[in-house]
RNA sequence: GCCCGGGUGGCGGAACUGGUUAUACGCUGCCGGCUUAAACCCGGCUGUCCGAGAGGACGUGUGGGUUCGACUCCCACCCCGGGCACCA
């Protein structure tokens, strides 16, 4: 007998020649099918280095889908691309001189073979790089139509700059108030930005969580984000400049209770209402100190509040008080309004202000022991028509009288800011805007378009874009007046180019247009995208934000982008994140090398639940290549007994082991079938192969060629989702068939019963005895039949039994007293 | 502080809507077979405690509760992981 030895080496590379000559995955936007569409969708790796374990893992877990999808009677869309703009190979291209280009280039091709190795099932024809100027054509294209219909827009804003270096940094590039490079601290600075009006989507980015069916988490991550806050805007007159101040609050029935108004450092008017004043100088003083400190350290709530008088007053519309005016960093210019009525008897931070500087604390509403006091009561010390009221119901009297005469009125605020999209970076999708000194910001046209990406000597930013130094490619012309005019020298934000990634696979190779809507519409929207946590929100909201604005642009029909979404866990070594930083990466290069893909690919899925973390182990490797080598020897064995052919899959007269072993299989098509039913419960599916496989061994000497020959070609149908390459040979051997041509096996539901079950027999929920008995026998034959047990009566006699709990095809449990 | 997720054997984990002995499957460990030998492979055992044994008792983070019956439901608490964090 020859030696069997499962040998990946030799039957991985096979399958994955079948599959690149045949282009097997591959499927075309025209052809004309019956069956159902299925989008499914892992997350775009950004191709830095080689690929890892977390990549491993959402392959593992998109292709489980993918095969599953197809072989049960779906036409499946399964593309790859890389995101391939962004940091870290510019970082790389500063530190080395390597044009980013190049060293991305050196990236993706480590990551198209690796995914070949690892038996991806993709459809290479619709493969793109976001930095191809091909790709990036159509995002500046999209940033055009923004920008035409108001959504993109250009305003001052802080950014984030490094007094050594001379240049912006982006906010992942400071650590601790510093700048990562050379450890200068960063100080804030005005620069013009573009912005995309994200903002004008919060409502409905917000309602349609609703209609999407993600993780629980992952929504509730997005509403915090979005935070929609309903209350109204209520506005405090400053009479000395004759200034109306609107402030936005949550709590008006607070406000006969504000005995202070406070402006955010940030806020265009503070130094003009100093001004003059005893306090002018220590107001620039403290706006100074804050706009040099960093953000993270001046938001942290625990620490003491800080601030300065203004020395003005403001008026509070509801009672005509004056109140003092002050600038405190604990007022943020980005929400609201950046200014603020103060209740500190009804609000925690501005009681921790009053108490600091000794202000007025005054209760409005009736409750709690002391105050501050946040919950509900009676509305006291707020004037007859208020006083005794409920505070919920006081808060609508209020905001409706003071509607009245134009004072306030409902209001919602979200905390959601627009879209800050201008990086100070080279390696980038550039903006298509040339500045002119006559006709402003004009648009590139779009005959024009792409925009190149030009090369440059130096990637060092230096305060500006290093485009800025492409002399020859800044100095152009205005598409407008034809006058000398100066090229944007800002690129995107990367995010913009993976909030529309997923739409051009649709139509890759499209060069009229970033897709046509009609073949859009055959794929779109996404119906199972699979990828890490961490883009829970930047990532999602920014392609949900994409896809409603291009849907009221008419450029497409769809509501959300990805209907479903399943986020995998983290792979950790002994516990911990794996990082570079650490020295604990494991690389899946040498697992592959040395067990095969297919070994890794199912021990990734077999280690735990794909959603939870999980921890890499060798010897559990080991394990899951011991049972994909004893599924290929049962297979490579019981073809030497007889050549390929059709599977004799007759229950008719099959009885001892061949029953036994027709029925495991049943019971594991049944099984791993709904495991992968709206479900990702992988490692229970392959589980259950591995029960299967057992029976197989176990039975072996008792059961029928044929039988084992069905159950063995069961096996590798059902694994193949997670160990392609093993599967397909093995089903192979013994049918002669390809495995992804056949439909998913189907379970005969007359295999899941058995004529005889165990019961259990309880007496007082405690289990004493079990008996055999027929599978359709009734209550009262059960009852009578566990009545008869020596163990039962043992324990009922001289009792009384007050009632009889009988489950059929379960248990009878005697209630005994 | 707030919001999620999670606590089950030596380890990763299973138990789908409360219903048979909780711990499937895999790892580890132990025993046996094969082998000149080892590896591979094949078969078996492996929750804890008491007991020579048959057997018994206890066991799903802790404490209560509901139920004939609870890993599963309810209340309170403890611990671990993640996210957000002065958002008015």
């Known amino acids: 007998m020859p030696e069997h030895r499962y040998d990946p080496r030799a039957i991985e590379p096979k399958w994955q020649a079948i599959w690149e000559r045949e282009q097997t995955w591959h499927v075309s936007n025209d052809e004309a099918t019956d069956l159902p569409k299925s989008y499914v969708l892992e997350m775009l790796p950004y191709p830095s280095g080689e690929p890892h374990m977390g990549h491993l893992k959402n392959y593992a877990v998109g292709d489980a889908v993918a095969h599953f999808h197809r072989r049960t009677g779906r036409r499946v869309l399964h593309p790859i691309g890389y995101d391939a703009f962004g940091l870290p190979a510019e970082n790389h291209a500063i530190r080395t001189g390597e044009h980013p280009r190049d060293s991305t280039a050196q990236s993706i091709a480590q990551f198209q073979r690796e995914f070949r190795e690892w038996g991806v099932s993709f459809d290479w024809s619709r493969e793109f790089a976001t930095s191809d100027p091909r790709v990036y054509r159509w995002t500046q294209w999209l940033f055009l139509r923004f920008l035409e219909r108001g959504l993109a827009y250009r305003k001052e804003a802080a950014v984030n700059w490094c007094p050594k270096d001379a240049t912006v940094l982006a906010n992942e590039q400071v650590i601790d108030g510093r700048c990562e490079r050379c450890g200068t601290l960063v100080e804030a600075r005005q620069l013009e930005q573009w912005f995309f009006r994200i903002t004008d989507y919060a409502e409905r980015l917000l309602d349609d969580l609703a209609t999407v069916d993600w993780p629980e988490h992952v929504v509730t991550m997005q509403r915090n984000w979005i935070g929609r806050s309903e209350g109204a805007e209520v506005t405090f007159r400053c009479e000395e400049l004759g200034i109306d101040y609107p402030v936005f609050t949550t709590r008006p029935d607070t406000l006969f209770g504000v005995t202070f108004f406070v402006m955010a450092p940030e806020h265009p008017d503070v130094l003009r209402l100093a001004a003059g004043t005893q306090h002018e100088q220590a107001v620039r003083e403290y706006v100074n100190r804050s706009q040099t400190e960093d953000g993270a350290e001046r938001g942290a709530a625990e620490r003491e509040k800080t601030g300065v008088p203004l020395g003005r007053t403001v008026v509070n519309p509801v009672n005509g008080e004056e109140i003092p005016m002050w600038v405190a960093d604990y007022v943020l210019m980005e929400y609201g309004t950046g ?45 007859p028509r208020f006083d005794g009221m409920q505070n919920r119901e006081a808060l609508d009297a209020i905001v409706a009288w003071l509607d009245g005469d134009g004072r306030g009125h409902r209001s919602v605020n979200f905390r959601l800011r627009d879209w800050l999209l201008s990086r100070q970076r080279y390696w980038g999708c550039p903006i298509p805007i040339v500045h002119c000194d006559g006709c ?56 913009v180019d993976s909030s529309w990634y997923f739409l ?12 046509d809507p009609d073949v859009l519409a055959r794929w779109a929207p996404v119906d199972q995208y699979i990828g890490g946590v961490e883009h829970a929100i930047l990532h999602l909201m920014y392609a949900r934000f994409f896809v409603k604005a291009l849907a009221d642009m008419g450029h497409l029909d769809m509501r959300e982008p990805f209907n479903a979404l399943f986020t995998q866990g983290m792979i950790t070594r002994e516990g911990a994140k794996m990082s570079k930083s650490k020295g604990n990466v494991i690389s899946p290069t040498p697992y592959v090398e040395r067990y095969g893909a297919d070994t890794a690919r199912c021990y990734i899925l077999f280690i735990g639940p794909p959603d939870q973390d999980a921890d890499w182990s060798d010897s559990g490797v080991e394990g899951v290549h011991r049972f994909l080598a ?7 064995e019981l073809a030497e007994n007889g050549a390929p052919g059709p599977l004799d899959a007759s229950t008719d007269g099959a009885s001892g082991d061949d029953l036994e072993l027709l029925r495991k299989a049943h019971w594991a098509i049944d099984k791993v079938t709904g495991d992968m039913s709206g479900r990702f419960a992988f490692n229970t599916a392959i589980a259950a192969v591995m029960e299967l496989v057992n029976e197989c061994y176990s039975r072996r000497d008792g059961a029928s060629d044929p039988a084992l020959r069905f159950a063995t070609a069961t096996a590798a149908s059902l694994i193949f989702p997670f160990a392609p390459h ?19 096996p189907e379970v005969d539901p007359t295999l899941l019963v058995r004529d005889e079950v165990e019961i259990a027999l309880q007496i007082n929920g405690k289990l004493r005895d079990r008996m055999p008995a027929a599978s359709g026998a009734d209550r009262e034959q059960l009852e009578t039949l566990a009545r008869a047990r020596p163990r039962v009566q043992a324990h009922i006699d001289g009792k009384d039994v007050v009632r009889v709990v009988v489950v059929p095809a379960k248990l009878v449990n005697f209630v005994v007293r």
């Open 339 to 383: 200014a603020i009525m103060a209740v500190p008897g009804h609000d925690e931070r501005d009681f921790a202000f009053a108490t600091r500087f000794g202000l007025e604390i005054r209760r409005v509403i009736e409750g709690g022991d002391a105050l501050p006091y946040a919950g509900d009561g009676a509305i006291v010390n707020s004037g």
């Open 726 to 744: 093993t599967g397909a040979e093995v089903y192979q051997l013994l049918t002669g068939e390809r495995v992804w041509d056949e439909p998913w």
């Open 504 to 515: 051009r696979y649709c139509d890759a190779d499209n060069d009229e247009a970033p897709w």
């Open 440 to 495: 402003g910001l004009v648009p590139v046209p779009d005959d024009e378009l792409p925009v190149i990406l030009p090369d440059v000597r130096d990637y060092k930013p230096k305060g500006r874009s290093p485009l800025a130094t492409a002399e020859e490619w800044v100095h152009t012309s205005c598409p407008r007046c034809g006058k000398p005019a100066l090229r944007e020298t800002d690129t995107m934000d990367t995010f």
């Open 630 to 636: 004893r599924l290929w020897r049962l297979g490579a």
